[in-house]
């Protein structure tokens, strides 16, 4: 697959439920009406659009939600794609919110999973609740823990936000370090209608990156994953932070991604309305081939970039669906 621009699209993100067990307040209201469960792709159909994604040059699949582990049976559908590994797929990898990996990171493990993102903004219990209005800290430590002790390597992705955990980045750094996961820090994007929060506590990693230069020794990283962050390595902890900035630094010009959510639904950016709807011709009985045919066709129409903007923060969002309903 291959965009107007040249980029060879290799990376898919794929949801599987846009249902969470938390509600961040960065990224869902704290009221939310979830599809019905009829609008939902099945865990065949789902398998099925991997797999074609797969024999259309997909290298990278990675499962995200809302929070995929919620998602019934979901280990089925690791097992399913997981066989591909090695015959078209080179990783599969997950997005997850770590408190269910206790559950399931053997599973994940035995479905050919070797690498785990977990959202963690916090190492403070009570703003880690407050943040997540629902969860527990120490069952996401715990899951964790239980994750990289049966040999998945552990990336912790954290949301950069002023006032609220600027002050614990460096705590972060080196919790990461002690334990050898890597981190990326993250700034909020604009992608559904959360109130003034967005706006009040965007935090540029420009910033932030200064800030960590006066502690430790940072320099540019050659490691690449197939996702949007930029790598720099830190001399006294051994491990890699990874900066994801779509404000201060547009990455679109190497973007080899496309998201497919939980209701089939092809985004061919994060920050475009840009889509194709592989549901209803899935459902009326489309082949594998003409399947192909529409999501080939779609390529054409990748934008070249996003136009989030930080000077329109106090706005309101500049895409009004939430991350959840995207897929992470």
């Not at 699209?9 to 969470?20: E, F, P, Q």
Request: with cysteine.
């Amino acid at each position: 697959m291959q965009d107007t621009f040249g980029r060879n699209i290799t990376y898919l993100r794929l949801s599987v439920t846009d249902r969470c067990n938390y509600r961040c307040n960065y990224c869902m209201a704290e009221e939310m009406t979830f599809l019905p469960r009829q609008q939902v792709l099945t865990l065949e159909e789902l398998s099925r659009l991997g797999r074609i994604f797969i024999e259309l040059g997909v290298r990278q699949l990675r499962v995200t939600g809302g929070e995929p582990l919620v998602r019934r049976d979901v280990g089925a559908l690791f097992h399913r794609l997981g066989q591909h590994i090695g015959h078209g797929l080179d990783e599969l990898t997950l997005t997850t919110n770590g408190a269910l990996l206790s559950r399931y990171a053997s599973a994940l493990y035995e479905a050919g999973v070797r690498r785990v993102n977990v959202s963690l903004d916090t190492l403070d219990a009570q703003r880690f609740h407050q943040l997540t209005r629902l969860g527990d800290l120490n069952q996401v430590l715990d899951g964790i823990q239980a994750a990289a002790q049966i040999g998945l390597k552990i990336k912790i992705n954290t949301v950069a936000l002023k006032d609220v955990n600027a002050h614990e980045i460096e705590q972060l750094v080196i919790w990461c370090g002690e334990r050898g996961y890597d981190l990326s820090l993250i700034e909020s994007m604009p992608l559904g209608e959360i109130g003034d929060l967005r706006d009040a506590h965007f935090l540029s990693l420009d910033k932030v990156r200064e800030r960590l230069k006066q502690r430790w020794t940072l320099t540019p990283s050659t490691y690449q994953t197939s996702g949007p962050a930029r790598y720099q390595q830190i001399a006294e902890t051994g491990q890699r932070i990874g900066f994801i900035t779509p404000y201060s630094h547009n990455f679109c010009a190497t973007c080899n991604r496309v998201r497919l959510t939980c209701t089939g639904t092809l985004f061919l950016c994060l920050g475009q309305e840009n889509d194709l709807d592989l549901r209803q011709p899935l459902r009326d009985g489309a082949t594998d081939a003409e399947l192909k045919a529409l999501i080939l066709q779609a390529m054409r129409h990748k934008p070249e970039g996003h136009d989030f903007d930080a000077d329109r923060l106090a706005d309101g969002a500049q895409v009004v669906r939430f991350m959840s309903m995207t897929g992470g």
